[in-house]
């Protein structure tokens, strides 16, 4: 067990989950009190023990069940014994109910019935059945678990068996609206629970055939936090919407637990020695200077172009989340014309209706719809120029990449001699910086930081270190150069005049 164990913590690891040696210690020390047949107790120990972040749970979910997966061969007998992690219900369910040698319609049938009746052991046994017939795995043929998922769910046909299986169920519960609402939930969940069962079983073959270390690498994702938002399925998309709430809940507190205790600043001598002549001249409580943290006011223009669509839709929603921690947020979005939206998010909106209306009715488009972040920074600075100061920031998401257009730069300089800050968020890898149409370091060079903001990890880290940052001094007024392409400024260090003699 202890070399289990072991492989089990290596590959969280590799998975991305966290775990310390200590940790691993007391998920052992842990085990010693439950009792090992009893598998959901087990995963419950060592999701106890080993898993700190919610947003984990399915990497661990996944690797249980590769590692503690009820262990049998794909030939073994109705006689057997449970293995270590298995159930006796588990053994006894094994092809009872669903013999060798039944036809499609009989299994289709024999599930059906054991749905309708929530018969979880007949259940269990016929969707073993199902993929012992219908899976048509060979062993060391290197298939992925999902293939061999789709073939069995195709041939079994799913869709009518949920239909069948929704008649069955409406004519035990009678007519009514809340009967039909109920028995929809009820059908969905034991058609889950099927899926779940015929997964489980070709995980159990898969691992008896190569391994599980084999097997775990195969089922290894991105945790969700890292999951590339500008790439991410529908599925991811709809996790990340799930966790984004109480995500920018966790770092609102945090944030606002920094900067009270940043409201103490330095050691005030003289109230200190003034308050210790009632302790006799001995400074027993110490005065310190109160501060005022800056909380900035923020201006967010977010590109809204195709390729960006994604990325600006969870940058608007995360960090309109997090606005509690700026004293003013307005949003903007561009294509390649600008449009304020802040009225579209204002508090309360449902977030799905606001990106509705972002897309129909804000006014982004000027000439042809293709990015042109040179007009848009050029119209943003005519228009909305006067109302900026210096405490505002200005945070931009983009890939800047202009279509080969002019990248006219010299309006962001403008903005940049305007306000405190500005912030540049790149969803792309920096390798990508500054090839083909991406002109990156056109507007880097005026921006005071310009971050790669791939995923939902980044996107925190970013929003933490800006709303938790101390007010710098008014910049210097910059010198704002004419426009040449690959105009690079000259370095600070850089010398001015004739070298000096050695």
Partial sequence: MLSLLTDFVHELRAAGVPVSMVEAIDAMEALRHV?????????ATLATTLVKNARHSQAFDTVFEVFFALERSPAASDQETPGPTETASDAEGRGGG???????????????????????????????????????????????GTYYLYRTLRQLDVESLEERL??????????????ERLTADEVRELIERLREEIQAEIRRRL????????????????????????????????????????????????????????????????????ASLATGGVPIEPRFRTTRPHRPEVFLLCDISGSMATFARFTLQ??????????????????????????????????????????TEADVVWLDGHSDYGHALEQFSATYGRELTPRSTIIITGDARNNYREPRDQFLA??????????????????YWDSGDSVMSSYGRWCDAVYEVRNLAQLERFVEQVAAAPRRPRRPRKK??????????????????PPQDR
């Fill in 98 to 144: 669903t013999g060798g040698g039944m036809d499609l319609d009989e299994l289709v049938e024999a599930l059906l019935q054991a749905m309708a009746s929530r018969d979880f052991d007949a259940l269990r046994a016929g969707a073993r059945q199902a993929v012992e017939q219908l899976a048509g795995m060979e062993p060391g043929r290197p298939v992925g």
């Fill in 318 to 359: 995360f960090t309109y989340a997090m606005s509690g921690q700026f004293s003013r947020l307005r949003a903007f979005v561009f294509v390649d014309a600008m449009d304020e939206v802040t009225d579209y998010l204002t508090p309360g909106t449902d977030f799905s209706e606001a990106l509705t209306r972002i897309t």
């Fill in 166 to 179: 929704r008649e069955a169920l409406l004519a035990e519960a009678g007519d009514g609206d809340l009967a």
């Fill in 480 to 497: 704002i150069p004419s426009i040449t392409p690959g105009w690079l400024p000259m370095s600070e260090s850089a010398a001015v005049g």
């Fill in 35 to 43: 009792d090992w047949s009893d598998r959901e107790g087990l995963k």
């Fill in 207 to 274: 691992v008896a055939d190569r391994g599980r270390e084999a097997v775990a690498k195969t089922l290894r994702a991105p945790l969700l936090e890292e999951i590339d938002l500008m790439h991410a399925t529908r599925s991811d998309l709809a996790r990340i919407e799930e966790v984004i709430e109480p995500l920018t809940r966790k770092l609102a507190a945090r944030l606002a637990r920094r900067r009270k205790l940043a409201e103490r600043g330095r050691l005030d001598f003289r109230k200190t020695m003034r």
């Fill in 414 to 431: 403008e903005l940049a001699d305007a306000v405190e800050a500005i912030y540049w968020l790149n969803p792309e890898p920096r390798a």
